[in-house]
């Protein structure tokens, strides 16, 4: 089993920037990223970081978000530039690991003037 823990969310300006962060325990994982839902919206990808390959983003986050994973640690970052008011949603953090997948919670990200 594998559990996910996020941090970082808040209430922001438009253009600003904000960091979440997700700590993994219980065992090693190396395939890590990050999910948003906005309201009445599916829960879609933002951008994941597979083992060992280049991380994959979503178009409308491209060249504002940054992902990055800290395998020494087991966490897995997602720093947020130049938000929108439709990056406003409830970010999960996604591990994935021998086939099996895991949520964490979720953290509420509004951007709002």
């Known amino acids: 089993q594998v559990q996910l823990v996020e941090s970082g969310g808040g209430l922001v300006q438009p253009g600003a920037s904000l960091r979440l962060s997700c700590a993994a325990s219980?065992?090693?994982?190396?395939?890590m990223g990050w999910y948003r839902q906005g309201p009445g919206e599916q829960r879609v990808l933002v951008a994941r970081?597979?083992?060992?390959?280049?991380?994959l983003y979503a178009d409308s986050v491209k060249g504002r978000f940054t992902i990055a994973i800290d395998n020494a640690k087991n966490t897995v970052t997602l720093q947020m530039d130049s938000l929108k008011p439709e990056d406003t949603a409830v970010y999960y953090c996604?591990?994935?690991?021998?086939?099996?997948?895991?949520w964490g919670q979720g953290t509420q990200v509004t951007v709002s003037a």
């Open positions: 996604w591990a994935q690991l021998n086939g099996d997948i895991y």
């Open positions: 219980g065992k090693k994982v190396y395939t």
């Open positions: 970081k597979p083992k060992n390959l280049s991380p």
